[in-house]
Nanobody, 116 residues
């Protein structure tokens, strides 16, 4: 069983920055994939960024060049640095991890609001 604790959401003006964190319980060696997804009102949940234990990273087209995903293996934590935020980035952001045995877990979500 893996539990996820997200933090770092909030409200920011357009052009601002936020950093999200997602700390996973459980043994570090059991987690392969860590990623961030988001869901805006009335829209489907979409991939923001993900990273694997092998160092592969992937970004959604709408955030490339603005967001950066990183992972601290010692802390079993994944981060999402979000720069140059736009109103269309407003959504609930969810952390997702997948273990080496392909069990998937979701965080509770954290609200990000970009507004002037």
């Amino acid at each position: 069983q893996v539990q996820l604790v997200e933090s770092g959401g909030g409200m920011v003006q357009p052009g601002g920055s936020l950093r999200l964190s997602c700390a996973a319980s459980g043994r570090r060696s059991t987690i392969n994939y860590m990623g961030w997804y988001r869901q805006a009102p009335g829209k489907q949940r979409e991939l923001v960024a993900n990273t694997t234990s092998g160092g592969f990273t992937n970004y959604g087209d709408s955030v490339k060049g603005r967001f950066t995903i990183s992972r601290d293996f010692a802390k079993n934590t994944v981060y999402l640095q979000m720069n140059s935020l736009k109103p269309e980035d407003t959504a609930v952001y969810y952390c997702r991890v997948v273990t080496v045995l392909n069990y998937a877990y979701w965080g509770q979500g954290t609200q990000v609001t970009v507004s002037s």
